[in-house]
């Protein structure tokens, strides 16, 4: 399986983690928008980006997606979760998986207040 990890930052050791799982054949990809950003060396191949919020980011992901032959898409980033999800449909037609909560469940998870009042309403928590 080939992977696109997405905004990986400085997060080199969790990029070695998944090397050090995958066969021989599997491959990472890793994008971030700084050529500063010391995990995309650690990735077979990487591509610098544009940020996340500009228009053409998710073309530019969908294009790295097609030229690499990936199988799933994640991101290491909790705001991009949002953005990817939102387009989880266009992974869907090129055959990529992407790896994050669906889009209702990745706003809710991202606004803490709204979570809190979602499990309030849903759970019973026992004090112990």
Do not use: Q
């Not at 890793?30 to 998710?58: G, L, Q």
């Amino acid at each position: 399986m080939n992977f696109l990890l997405c905004s990986v930052g400085r997060r080199v050791e969790l990029i070695k983690d998944f090397k050090e799982v995958l066969d021989d054949n599997s491959k990472i990809v890793a994008t971030d928008n700084s050529k500063y950003a010391p995990a995309v060396y650690e990735a077979d191949k990487y591509y610098i980006v544009p940020k996340i919020n500009d228009e053409k980011y998710i073309e530019k992901i969908l294009e790295i997606c097609l030229a690499n032959k990936i199988d799933a898409v994640t991101t290491f980033i909790d705001p991009e979760i949002e953005i990817l999800a939102k387009n989880r449909d266009l992974f869907k037609e090129i055959g990529v998986e992407f790896l994050a909560p669906s889009l209702d469940t990745a706003k809710l998870c991202f606004d803490k207040y709204s979570m809190f009042k979602y499990l309030s309403d849903n759970y019973t928590f026992k004090k112990d």
